[in-house]
């Protein structure tokens, strides 16, 4: 069974700072997707970055980038120039091909901007 | 404007109601799936259908009911069954990418 597991469940930075979230997984596949998705107060969750394991690149959008360590099973998100709209539940969540397309999800970090 | 729908925000069920949740995409997208989501906790599947009239169970299906007559929709049904009803209640699409985008979600309560 593949499984997510985010450590930190609470971080705080302040504005305009960089602030990097864990995570971690396990599987025994070689052909997966990784994501970092993001829930604000409004409860919508949003999708922030998508990472293929096949692609040794690491993702990045805009202020937000990963760190992907495929042999340690790592997928870290690094949030650069810290924004108080970055406010929110941030979840790991990991896809496999064989999986039927579901999505396995950690239990969340929640990131609290100070200004 | 293409996306994800789910009606209503808000919804209360009384004792023995069967409630149903709507969700419906404009995006062409062939999966749909149903997550829940207690207070502080992240999501758990509860149905996903990979194509019209098929759909799985997924980690906690017990006491919820699915349909899939339409590619645009997927409605879920909270029946007497489920006994704590009371959650966020998430739908999502995807398509050939994988990638699954949400919709704003329905809040379930029990009266």
């Known amino acids: 069974a593949q499984t997510v597991t985010q450590s930190q469940p609470e971080m705080s930075v302040q504005e305009a700072e960089t602030v990097t979230l864990s995570c971690t997984y396990d599987?025994?596949?070689?052909?997966?997707?990784l994501f970092w998705y993001k829930q604000p107060p409004s409860r919508q969750m949003i999708l922030v970055i998508r990472?293929?394991?096949?692609?040794?690149q690491n993702a990045t959008e805009n202020r937000f980038s990963v760190n992907f360590q495929k042999a340690a099973k790592s997928f870290s998100l690094k949030i650069s120039d810290s924004q108080l709209g970055d406010t929110a539940m941030y979840f790991c969540?990991?896809?496999?091909?064989?999986?039927?397309?579901?999505?396995?999800f950690g239990g969340g970090t929640r990131l609290m901007v100070k200004p | 404007d293409g996306g994800i729908t789910q009606s209503p925000k808000y919804l209360f069920r009384k004792e023995g109601q069967n409630v149903t949740l709507s969700c419906e995409q404009n995006?062409?997208?062939?999966?749909m799936y149903w997550y829940r989501q207690d207070p502080g906790q992240g999501l758990r599947l509860i149905y996903y259908?990979?194509?019209?009239?098929?759909?799985q169970k997924g980690d906690i299906a017990e006491g919820y009911s699915v349909s899939r007559e339409k590619k645009e929709s997927f409605p879920l049904t909270v029946t007497s069954a489920q006994k704590n009803p009371t959650a966020f209640y998430l739908c999502?699409?995807?398509?050939?990418?994988?990638?699954?985008?949400f919709g704003p979600g329905t809040r379930l309560l029990v009266l």
């Open positions: 990472q293929e394991a096949y692609k040794q």
């Open positions: 999502a699409s995807s398509g050939f990418q994988e990638t699954q985008y």
């Open positions: 995006l062409n997208h062939d999966a």
């Open positions: 259908s990979q194509i019209v009239n098929d759909f």
């Open positions: 969540a990991f896809i496999h091909n064989n999986a039927g397309n579901m999505l396995t």
């Open positions: 599987t025994s596949e070689s052909n997966y997707y």
